[in-house]
């Protein structure tokens, strides 16, 4: 059984042709959008964390990938883990009801490294350093496994803003137009709280805790100096995915 779950978000009212156009028109994002009536014959599956899971993506990717049906699993602080988990499940799910005339296209956004505990156990951090080598270890053992997890369909694996290391896939960062060049190193997480977490685990982590504090302080403000990224840290409008997937389409 498949359930499709849609529904409105506010109530709708029956206005004649003579109505007047008020402030409220520039406020109401469907105000002047309209979904083309586009046969389905295609299955766009997109997975990533807060990033992804926006307004602005969703009448984006109905708007210009008409003819996909669109599977968004894109979470507000999804963490590469579960990220993994829940794209195992589903690509089970869509091999078991395959069709070869229904091609599933997979746009696979990793996010920073630490958001769960079980990516600290990965690779042996005794081996490393610093956190920048760290968790592009760990990065890459993820990467390596949606790989494979995905070799039988058409895929574009990337990360949306940390580093990508593992192929040369553009990530959604790069179209968020930079004002500065990269300034010193950039790490695989932007949260305070893993850093902290390493400096308390200091037995394990032998990291030093004046580097890696300007790994984040530098990461961070990699992300500020994007005139497309708010004070959230998060892309302030539709323009950067716009381009995004015009270029991957391409």
């Known amino acids: 059984m498949v359930w499709y779950l849609i529904g409105p978000s506010c109530k709708h009212y029956y206005m004649n042709n003579n109505w ?48 996909y049906l ?10 590469n883990t579960n ?18 005339f229904i091609p599933v296209k997979f746009l ?25 080598d760290f968790l592009q270890a760990v990065l890459k053992v993820q990467y390596e496994k949606v790989k494979e997890l ?20 553009k990530r959604l960062i790069d179209f968020c137009g930079p004002t500065k060049p990269e300034q010193g190193p950039l790490g695989y997480s932007y949260s ?3 850093y902290e977490f390493f400096n308390d685990n200091s037995k394990i982590f032998k990291f030093d805790k004046f580097y890696e504090q300007k790994v984040l302080e530098n990461s961070r403000q990699y992300l500020f100096n994007h ?3 708010n004070t959230t840290l998060h892309p302030k409008s539709v323009e950067p995915y716009s381009r995004f997937l015009e270029y991957i389409r391409v």
């Not at 406020?27 to 997109?46: C, M, Q, S, T």
């Open 108 to 132: 696979v956004n990793f996010t920073e490294i630490g958001r769960n505990k079980k990516e600290f156990t990965l690779v042996n951090p005794k081996d490393f350093t610093t956190s920048i």
């Open 20 to 67: 007047k156009e008020s402030k409220f028109a520039g406020h109401n994002r469907e105000w002047d959008f309209a979904v083309d009536n586009e046969p389905k014959g295609r299955i766009l599956y997109v997975i990533g964390c807060s990033w992804w899971a926006n307004q602005n993506v969703a009448r984006l990717l109905e708007k210009e990938y008409g003819e």
């Open 150 to 169: 995905l070799k039988n369909y058409d895929s574009y694996i990337t990360t949306s803003f940390i580093p990508n290391t593992f192929n040369n896939n």
């Open 227 to 229: 005139k497309q990224i």
């Open 192 to 194: 305070v709280g893993t």
């Open 83 to 100: 990220m993994i988990n829940i794209l195992q499940n589903d690509v089970k799910f869509l091999s078991s009801i395959k069709n070869p």
């Open 70 to 79: 669109i599977i968004n699993k894109s979470i507000d602080g999804l963490s």
